[in-house]
């Protein structure tokens, strides 16, 4: 799909969201899927679920630009872990010392 189009961006994430709708635990936005769980085990069966939906329709990965089983993450700005989602230091920290 041509994502010039205007509308190209917002009909990739309907398609991505019908086609991991149902799945516990995970979040999409374009061409990013954030997976998570209490533990590794849930963890681990939630992305096998999304690596099994998107087999089945033949989409795949760039593994380069995966990570797997990782305890914070830094995303769109933010740092993500299981204390929650705080923006990064170092966009504070710009801001305060404008």
Known sequence: MPFGLASAAAVFQRAMERLLGGLQGIKVY???ILVYGRDEKEHNERVRGVLQRLE???LTLKAGKCKF????IDYLGHKISS???EPKKELVDTIINF
């Open 83 to 85: 204390k929650g989602i």
């Open 69 to 72: 089983n990782v305890h914070e």
């Open 30 to 32: 374009q061409d990013d």
């Open 56 to 58: 089945k329709s033949g």
